[in-house]
């Protein structure tokens, strides 16, 4: 029904060839994918089967012609028998639903009586009967699609091409969309399809043509996609970013306070500076309370996401820092004991990225590295 018999096609100002040395062959009633990375030559396939496009070398014979000898006058006689379905849909604004269909059968001549009864068929077919009257901006993505479907069927043709049909769509009406082409392939039409949607593939189980820089290295019945590299992947990639940044500050602010007033014999909780202690009232929130705030802040903060956290608790324990422990509410307002055991030194690298950091970078307002920045999902 369709063959390629050698087929190059080069297009002018261009290095490469399209399509080079391309053979294949697709049987009457064959549901066939074209896969591919974009540029490979899936839709220069299509083309020449349309008769939009000549080879530049070998043949294209299609319905038993050769398509090379076929002269442009003889060009919409031959399309009638081949319906094509785009990723754009390609409907006319200012048609209603009925007459977008019936549009294809009054340009090759059909009779009022015939298009009178076709179109409403086929639009039932397609799941859209009662919205004859309904023009495309009152439709949704599936339906307009649907209409062009409906478009390209209505002449009852042979073959039906279908370019990234599904490549607007969202995933629950693409899965409709092709659940409508195979009914129809079932009814005994040949279906050609180019199409990224590797789980539509993988799932049909269909014969699989893939295309690599215009040439096929895999013809395969019952395939899968198979290579998935030029797929955009929508996984996200870990990043470190200002919350956990801040939070780690923070925290370290606290350590190193109690591991100074653990030196010198001191409640940790009872630290104060010279500055503030001067004049403090009775009753006055103390300098200690502001560090216990400061480290519930730091608890929530690092409890925002998981990610952050882990790579907060990964970095402290690459540093080597003394972890401080909340004590019970009873024992903090007990009387501190004298500690026997010297605290573990901090680091001077940590020392001294605490003390340079100012207070708009502790609460992650500062100025900001490239690599701390969280982007968009790649």
Wanted: charged share 25%; hydrophobic share 45%.
């Amino acid at each position: 029904m369709i063959r390629f018999e050698n087929v190059t096609k080069r297009f002018r100002g261009t290095s490469k060839p399209a399509l080079s040395d391309v053979d294949f062959e697709v049987l009457r009633g064959e549901f066939v994918f074209l896969v591919g990375a974009s540029g490979s030559g899936k839709s220069s396939c299509l083309r020449l089967i349309l008769r939009e496009e000549t080879p530049s070398e070998g043949r294209v014979v299609v319905l038993g012609r050769d398509l090379r000898t076929l002269s442009n006058r003889k060009v919409p006689y031959f399309r009638r028998h081949v319906g094509a379905v785009f990723q754009d849909f390609r409907l006319l604004p200012t048609k209603t639903v009925f007459q977008n269909v019936a549009f294809t059968l009054q340009v090759i001549g059909s009779s009022r009586g015939f298009i009178q009864q076709a179109v409403p068929e086929v639009l039932a077919l397609v799941g859209l009967a009662g919205k004859e009257k309904r023009f495309p901006h009152e439709l949704s993505g599936g339906e307009q699609q649907r209409v062009a479907i409906a478009r390209a069927l209505v002449n009852r043709p042979q073959i039906l091409l279908a370019d990234e049909p599904t490549g607007n769509l969202d995933p629950a009406t693409s899965i409709d969309i092709m659940q409508l082409l195979a009914r129809i392939n079932a009814g005994g039409t040949t279906v050609v399809m180019a199409t990224h949607e590797a789980g539509f593939v993988d799932q049909m189980q269909r014969r699989v043509i893939e295309l690599r820089h215009g040439e096929i290295i895999r013809d395969e019945r019952h395939g899968g996609y198979g290579d998935r590299s030029s797929l955009p992947s929508l996984a996200p990639e870990p990043e470190r970013g200002a919350a956990a940044v801040a939070a780690l500050t923070a925290v370290l602010e606290v350590q190193r306070e109690a591991a100074i007033a653990a030196a010198a014999g001191l409640d940790p909780t009872a630290v104060q500076d010279d500055d503030e202690a001067v004049g403090a009232e009775p009753g006055a929130a103390s300098p200690a309370a502001g560090v216990a705030a400061a480290a519930a802040a730091a608890a929530a903060a690092v409890a925002v996401t998981a990610a952050e956290a882990q790579q907060a608790e990964g970095l402290a324990q690459a540093l080597e820092e003394p972890v401080v422990e909340d004590a019970p509410a009873a024992e903090a307002s007990a009387p501190a004991k004298p500690t026997h055991t010297q605290p573990i030194p901090l680091v001077d690298a940590v020392e001294l990225q605490v003390e340079e950091l100012g207070l708009a970078d502790r609460l992650g307002l500062g100025t900001t590295d490239p690599d701390d920045e969280v982007g968009p999902t790649s």
